[in-house]
């Protein structure tokens, strides 16, 4: 028996993040609000993907279900222009608090309601591909597990916007010209 085959899934998806970003994270733990499920970590890099640059992605969103997931189940990754580590931790934070009742679907929104960084005033998300991992990077990953895991990506957004992202859709959202997938102080999208 190969040493892949003794690994957890946690190890494995690790191995996996590894293997990617080549240099060490550090983990934020969120205390479980179910009840013998483990709770969600955030796994952070700095300086990726550039120097003044945070990714973090989540572990412990996919140890639930959810009826809407039927090719695998996600973890969330989240890449913003600020050293301010809450960028970093905020997706587990949301990913702890709503598994087992938010799909996390491409298009859709989160309204966290409250600032999420003194160096920014966005307050929400909407969720789409990862644009700092490649395809085979961020889909089906086996994690040794009886599903794969999908990474989708977490965009920071002003919830004054939530009205205009409904209304154009993500696409024209996408493919504005003040749109900036990375910045945390981009000007807001209007109609």
Same mark, same amino acid.
């Given at each position: 028996?190969?040493?892949?085959?003794?690994?957890?899934?946690?190890?494995?998806?690790?191995?996996?993040?590894?293997?990617?970003?080549?240099?060490?994270?550090?983990?934020?733990?969120?205390?479980?609000?179910?009840? #013998?499920?483990?709770?969600? @970590?955030?796994?952070?890099?700095?300086?990726?993907?550039?120097?003044?640059?945070? @990714?973090?992605? @989540?572990? #412990?969103?996919?140890?639930?279900?959810?009826? *809407?997931?039927?090719? #695998?189940?996600?973890?969330?990754?989240?890449?913003? *222009?600020?050293?301010?580590?809450?960028?970093?931790?905020?997706?587990?934070?949301? &990913?702890?608090?709503?598994?087992?009742?938010?799909?996390?679907?491409?298009?859709?929104?989160?309204?966290?309601?409250?600032?999420?960084?003194?160096?920014?005033?966005?307050?929400?998300?909407?969720?789409? &591909?990862?644009?700092?991992?490649?395809?085979?990077?961020?889909?089906?990953?086996?994690?040794? &597990?009886?599903?794969?895991?999908?990474?989708?990506?977490?965009?920071?957004?002003?919830?004054?916007?939530?009205?205009?992202?409904?209304?154009? #859709?993500?696409?024209?959202?996408?493919?504005?010209?003040?749109?900036?997938?990375?910045?945390?102080?981009?000007?807001?999208?209007?109609?």
């Amino acid at each position: 028996m190969g040493k892949e085959n003794s690994l957890t899934p946690i190890e494995r998806y690790l191995n996996h993040l590894d293997n990617i970003f080549q240099q060490e994270p550090e983990f934020y733990k969120n205390d479980s609000l179910i009840e #013998g499920i483990s709770g969600v @970590t955030s796994i952070v890099y700095r300086n990726i993907p550039e120097k003044g640059f945070i @990714t973090a992605l @989540t572990y #412990g969103l996919s140890l639930v279900k959810h009826p *809407e997931w039927k090719f #695998g189940r996600p973890e969330l990754c989240i890449s913003v *222009e600020s050293s301010n580590l809450d960028w970093g931790q905020i997706v587990g934070y949301i &990913a702890n608090k709503l598994r087992g009742d938010c799909p996390f679907c491409y298009g859709q929104t989160i309204n966290l309601g409250e600032q999420i960084s003194d160096d920014s005033a966005m307050n929400a998300f909407f969720i789409f &591909a990862p644009s700092t991992l490649d395809k085979e990077d961020y889909s089906n990953i086996d994690i040794g &597990a009886d599903y794969k895991i999908n990474i989708a990506g977490l965009y920071p957004m002003y919830s004054d916007e939530l009205e205009v992202f409904s209304k154009i #859709g993500l696409q024209e959202f996408w493919h504005n010209p003040n749109f900036d997938n990375y910045s945390v102080n981009r000007h807001k999208i209007i109609e």
